[in-house]
């Protein structure tokens, strides 16, 4: 028995969700998500004493491997769109290196990041960005939009390991290798 997916997911109110055999739909002040469902995955809203109105997620053998994974997976996807319409995502980029600037203008990123020429990377649509000093701030309601945008920023110019300069999320830690010169000098 999947422990995430047996797990029910409560639904918040002002979220209004409807399910039907091949979709889930949310709709909240953020905005609306859908999620098409696999034919081994069931997904049921139902009355809760304790919490509420809550989604369940089933599958047709709690004994298949694959269903099992199954199970968990859709449990996380739908619990993702109910906090995607209610608190939405973010997630942080900081640029560090001399010389690296980030700007926004309108739907387009515009980077300097140690090429002759300056970046534009258009955003997608349901993906909002800021920029505070050096660090970029994507927001949205799609989980996996919003990890999308953010690591495809991150291809362009990724963080290397000698000066740790490059574009990195907010929260990762680049491991430092020491320089030629350092290991010359352990001989």
Do not use: C
Request: net charge positive; glycine share 10%.
């Amino acid at each position: 028995m999947s422990r995430i997916g047996k797990q029910p997911i409560k639904i918040p109110s002002g979220v209004d969700v409807s399910v039907s055999e091949t979709e889930l739909r949310v709709k909240g002040p953020k905005g609306e998500l859908k999620l098409e469902i696999h034919p081994h995955v069931r997904i049921e809203r139902m009355k809760d004493e304790e919490l509420g109105d809550v989604l369940k997620v089933t599958v047709k053998d709690e004994n298949d491997k694959k269903d099992r994974a199954l199970w968990g997976l859709f449990s996380r996807l739908a619990s993702n769109l109910v906090t995607g319409v209610t608190k939405g995502y973010e997630k942080g980029l900081e640029f560090i290196g001399v010389g690296y600037k980030v700007s926004v203008a309108g739907k387009t990123v515009k980077m300097d990041v140690g090429f002759s020429h300056e970046v534009d990377f258009p955003l997608p649509a349901g993906v909002d960005a800021k920029v505070d000093k050096n660090v970029l701030t994507l927001t949205g309601i799609d989980n996996q939009l919003v990890g999308e945008t953010a690591a495809r920023i991150r291809r362009i110019r990724k963080p290397e390991p000698y000066k740790g300069k490059g574009i990195k999320y907010v929260d990762e830690v680049i491991r430092r290798k020491a320089g030629k010169s350092a290991k010359a000098g352990a001989k």
